[in-house]
């Protein structure tokens, strides 16, 4: 046994070098990660460290153009406990956890004890607890490192209108992002808004870590969104939809569109079949869909999503094409009359006409007994096949289509929803083509694409962006981003859009008009009728694209009636009447004066006298009322059936014809009064708008300017009231 | 022989300074894993501090026990109870498994790990049996077969265990001992070629290491997966600066770091003493290193030389292997790191080590400090 060599020695010093050595290269290592990648690093760690615990944003609220709140989240906690991790607490007993909870949630501490004891994983100890509640248990949470004892965030998202706005909005997904294409996820990106994070220093699995070093940043909240949408217009045109649809045994939904033809607004868009917002996976009852079984249905499957997506979460109005039919003529009106081809004067007729590429010639819709010779305009209001074709001839194909293009009907309009179908024209644009689009045969569009086309046909030709959001608001309601109305492209000229009016104020207006059935006094409504044929046979679309007043109009208002099984699938019957119902509904709410012509204030200064309708049902005093030339307005909560208990003016009044006679559906504990308003100096025309707004009818004396006026200004009157007026022509007199 | 010295003081107390620090930073480590699992803070270090007291005793036995009655009974006992015990932890219902890997055999509540065991027994057996040789390792299949053969069976078993760096760590300590038992560099060089295509043939043929290669070039392809561990630790080493974040001011051992008590206590020794301390504790292990060479440099016998050799190399090898690892310099791989790292079996083990290895400074012929 010797001493180790001098061999070995120097192999023992080679292995001391070599660790030297590794130990110099492993600090070097450290040197390297500490200060050269360190301020990387500990930037992520610290990100990684504080990333625990968020603070959700509240989402933001969506309005109506006037402030009414359409979708609000509504922010609630949810306490829940696991009865097995409870019971292994260390610091506190079950009881002392019982006596605390039920304490700070205002509980019966027997009850708590109870759930926090159940043979169960998990047990909700109670709902909706509100952000004050939610951090006291946190903080005693934390401060008595508390197990079992979970709270989970809970905003939802709450549609006060329910079905009201179902396509426009859409509704939220369980992590709280907007979905259907509505606005909840057009503009999600705002609405969410940006999360909070307590900057406490965190460990891997959320525990906070005893350290002073808490610092927070507040969770920024969601922007709010104002729409364009009136949600009265909106309620008006679905209540008349809802009327439309029942009375017209509407099987293929139905779509109403009000838009302000001066700024492109959305006023409405309403499409049918809808859903609630609140319970977008529930059964829809309002469909019927063969071998749909409500006992069958399972929220959620994909077969009920399948079939929900199909019918009432479509947002016809936008993602539905159809074939405009004759509501499309106007704008070829408006094209014949822009290029000088035609004017409202210009002689034509209706008789077959022949058209290359087809073997028939094209017809009158009154095949059998056709117009014959008539000027345009006459052609317009009946609405004769043949007087479009030949416009579109003298066009040409080039430039009909120039404007077809220019009016928006070959691209999407862009409004701010996702889903807007493409419309459909044939690949290559042939004569016959033309011939038939000039009445809106063989092409397909959205319903919005015919609207928003109208706004350019009737505002002096500028052809407007749809606009569904107004503007952007922070929860202060400071605007913080406005949209301004957009003007895509004039399409025709001032006067060309003036003269379009006129005609189709006509055909609304003449007595002999397609339209007229459209037609309310003193709101000198315009538009055209359509019946579209579809690719089904014996499915029909009814349509009537209108506007009022056709001197400055407001409103362009759009009904789709699609496969009606009623009395009649004509646009010119049962389209018309409800685009008339919402114009005089629309402009009275937005209390756009009456202007009576003096035909008009003829037939109102007739007087009649009051049919007794008490104790008749609404259905039948509606009817006695109309045969008198009665107008009539419900008091409460009544439908047909309900009984007339009461009635003003009383039975055989004398009164002006187009007075408005209330019926009380209710006895009234009290009657209703009105305040007289002040008719001084007011023109004939304005002082029944005054009484009328007022809720009073008017009898008039005289003619000229107000001179004397039954009760004075302020006086109480019995709403429905007759008030006797009298006229005096005060300049022009010698 | 008989010129019994006192022990190397200056080794004795570089292993107080490194067992000290290894138990402040067990506490400090372990504290939220001990506080999380076990409500108790003091958990880990509770054991932490029987282990240190049972492995001061062993070493205090070991330094006053003559190395020289360590005999080849003893070598062949301890050898065949280690290769008996590699063999029964593979065994399920003996062995426990922990993450995939059967390391572990449960001994009256503690957790006994062969692997540790077998180290000491390869350093003793390899040291008595090349001292005890007449002639030179001068013949590869005649000399050097015979210890390859036995490092095989350990390898083997070792390899069964899936236990990776145990294995490395085996194959590096009796390389060393072979080398400084004078066998023939060519040798060695004979062994390179084979190993290397064993190497070649594992990473291209097997999927054993290919996550570990991935996650060791880019640790952020897979931060939730392979490259986790890699990327808290480095979060870990680089939050530490210059002077750390201060004694108990880890973020990072908050759950981040995976059991940071154990392989990764390091990467916590360096957030809160920051570079300052990391190269104090890399300076205490080189002070270790040398005073071990020196006194196998200065060693009375071969015997003496390959003990002090061999356990140099153990602790040498295996708390720089930790510290490649956990800076993320090799694959990545599960490495105690010695006097540091939490466990009983490990930390006896070193002690009783450094023991032997203080027992031979006693009759090695060199100044003392
Ligand atoms: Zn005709």
């Known amino acids: ?734 | 022989m008989k010129n019994k010295k006192p022990f190397d003081f200056l080794l004795f107390i570089t292993v107080l300074i490194l067992l000290s620090l290894g138990l402040i930073m067990v506490f400090s480590a372990s504290a939220p894993t001990a506080e999380k699992y076990y409500g108790n803070i003091y958990h880990y270090i509770n054991r932490q501090l029987v282990f240190a007291g049972l492995g001061m005793a062993a070493m205090l036995l070991a330094a006053n026990y003559d190395y020289h009655k360590i005999g080849k009974k003893t070598v062949w006992i301890l050898l065949l109870v280690s290769i008996v015990l590699l063999i029964l932890v593979l065994i399920p219902g003996i062995g426990s498994e922990s993450k995939g890997s059967w390391r572990w055999i449960i001994i009256a509540g503690f957790r006994f790990q062969p692997s540790e065991l077998a180290k000491m027994a390869l350093i003793l057996f390899y040291s008595y049996s090349l001292s005890k040789r007449k002639k030179p390792l001068d013949s590869f299949f005649g000399d050097l077969l015979p210890y390859l053969f036995v490092l095989g069976i350990i390898v083997a078993l070792l390899l069964l265990e899936t236990h990776l760096s145990a294995t490395i760590i085996m194959i590096s300590i009796a390389m060393i001992i072979l080398f400084a038992a004078g066998a023939k560099i060519r040798h060695f060089a004979a062994l390179v070629l084979p190993v290397t295509a064993l190497v070649i043939a594992v990473i291209t043929f097997t999927d054993y290491m290919t996550p570990r290669l991935r996650s060791w070039i880019d640790p952020w392809s897979d931060p939730r997966g392979d490259g986790y561990q890699t990327i808290q630790s480095l979060y870990a080493i680089g939050s530490g600066g210059l002077f750390g974040r201060g004694l108990g001011q880890s973020m990072q051992k908050f759950l981040y770091v995976p059991e940071p008590q154990n392989d990764y206590i390091f990467p916590i020794l360096a957030e809160e003493l920051g570079f300052v301390g990391v190269v104090a504790v890399l300076l205490l292990f080189m002070i270790f290193i040398w005073r071990g060479i020196k006194i196998a440099v200065h060693a009375p016998d071969t015997y003496g030389c390959l003990i002090a050799s061999g356990v140099t190399a153990l602790i040498a090898v295996q708390s720089l292997f930790n510290v490649a690892v956990v800076t993320n310099s090799v694959p990545p791989t599960g490495v105690s790191l010695p006097f540091f790292s939490a466990g009983g079996t490990a930390l006896i083990l070193f002690m009783a080590e450094a023991g032997i290895l203080l027992n031979v400074s006693r009759y090695s012929r060199y100044e003392r400090i």
């Open chain 1, 1 to 734: 046994m010797a001493a180790p060599g001098l061999a070995q020695k120097r192999r023992l010093m080679i292995m001391l070098c070599t660790f030297a050595l590794i130990v110099a290269a492993l600090i070097a290592r450290l040197a390297y990660i500490q200060f050269v990648q360190g301020s990387e690093l500990q930037k992520k760690a610290f990100v990684q460290q504080n990333s625990g615990r968020i603070i959700s944003p509240i989402r933001g609220t969506i309005y109506d153009r006037n402030g009414k709140k359409l979708a609000i989240s509504v922010q609630a906690g949810t306490i829940s406990c696991n009865p097995n991790e409870v019971a292994n607490n260390k610091k506190l007993t079950v009881d002392e956890v019982a006596d605390a909870l039920a304490d700070m949630l205002s509980l019966e501490r027997d009850d708590v004890y109870r759930l926090i004891t159940k043979k169960a994983n998990s047990a909700i100890i109670k709902r909706k607890i509100d952000k004050e509640t939610e951090t006291r248990i946190r903080t005693w949470m934390s401060e008595n490192s508390v197990k079992g004892i979970n709270i989970d965030e809970d905003a939802k998202r709450y549609y006060p209108n329910g079905n009201l706005m179902s396509h426009l909005l859409g509704f939220t997904g369980d992590d709280n992002q907007g979905l259907m294409g509505g606005v909840e996820e057009v503009m999600d990106k705002y609405l969410k808004g940006t999360p909070g994070k307590i900057l406490s220093e965190v460990d891997a699995r959320g525990g906070a870590v005893p350290s002073d070093s808490e610092k927070r940043i507040d969770a920024q909240d969601g922007l709010n969104v104002v729409l364009t949408i009136d949600e009265t217009i909106q309620y008006l045109v679905s209540k008349s939809l809802d009327k439309a649809v029942e009375d017209n045994k509407v099987k293929g939904g139905a779509i109403g569109i009000v838009m302000d033809p001066n700024t492109g607004d959305i006023l409405s868009m309403v499409s049918k079949p809808d859903y609630d917002l609140n319970t977008p996976f529930a059964f829809p009852a309002n469909i019927q869909v063969e071998g749909l079984d409500p006992s069958e249905w399972v929220e959620r499957s994909n077969e009920s999503v399948n079939i929900l997506s199909r019918t009432v979460w479509r947002n016809r109005a936008i993602t539905d094409t159809y074939e405009p039919g004759s509501t499309f003529k106007s704008i070829t009106t408006a094209a014949g009359i822009e290029e000088g081809v035609v004017t409202p004067d210009t002689i034509t007729d209706d008789l077959p006409i022949k058209v290359t590429g087809w073997p028939k010639p094209i017809n009158c819709w009154r095949v059998g007994r056709p117009h014959g010779t008539e000027t345009f305009r006459e052609a317009v209001y009946n609405s004769c096949n043949p007087a479009f074709v030949k416009v579109a001839q003298s066009l040409g194909i080039e430039r009909f289509y120039s404007y077809v293009k220019a009016f928006g009907f070959m691209e999407r309009t862009g409004i701010e929803l996702k889903g807007e179908a493409k419309p459909q024209f044939q690949p290559k644009l042939k004569e016959i083509d033309m011939a038939v689009a000039s009445f809106g045969q063989r092409f397909t569009i959205t319903p919005l694409q015919l609207a928003t086309a109208y706004t350019a046909l009737v505002n002096g030709g500028r052809l407007m962006k749809p606009r569904l959001i107004k503007e952007l608001t922070d929860s202060e309601g400071n605007v913080v981003e406005k949209f301004e109305p957009q003007v895509v492209r004039t399409v025709i000229s001032e006067q060309t859009s003036k003269t379009v009016r006129d005609i189709l104020e006509g055909v609304v207006g003449d007595s002999k008009g397609t339209g007229n059935n459209a037609f309310v006094r003193g709101y000198r409504v315009g538009g055209k009728t359509g019946t579209s044929e579809t690719t089904k046979e014996d499915v029909y679309i009814a349509s009537f694209c209108g506007f009022a007043p056709a001197n400055d109009p407001q409103i362009v208002v759009l009904i789709v009636l699609m496969d009606p099984r009623g009395d009649s699938h004509m646009g010119g019957v049962i389209a018309a009447p409800i685009v008339g119902k919402i114009a005089e509904d629309v402009l009275s709410y937005m209390q756009v004066e009456r202007q009576y012509t003096q035909e008009d204030l003829k037939a109102m200064t007739e007087e009649v006298y009051v049919p007794d309708v008490r104790k008749k049902t609404v259905a039948e005093a509606v009817k006695a009322l109309k045969a008198a030339g009665l107008k009539y307005s419900i008091e409460g909560e009544g439908n047909n059936e309900s009984t007339v208990v009461e009635q003003t003016p009383k039975p055989d009044s004398i009164v002006p014809e187009d007075s408005v006679v209330l019926l009380y559906t209710y006895k009234p504990e009290s009657e209703q009064t009105v305040e007289m308003p002040d008719l001084s100096g007011k023109t004939l025309s304005e002082a029944i708008n005054t009484l009328n707004r007022a809720g009073l009818n008017i009898k008039i004396s005289g003619h000229g300017v107000v001179y004397k006026q039954q009760y004075v200004a302020g006086q109480d009157v019995r709403k429905g009231s007759v008030v006797l007026v009298e006229f005096r022509n005060l300049d022009n007199v010698e």
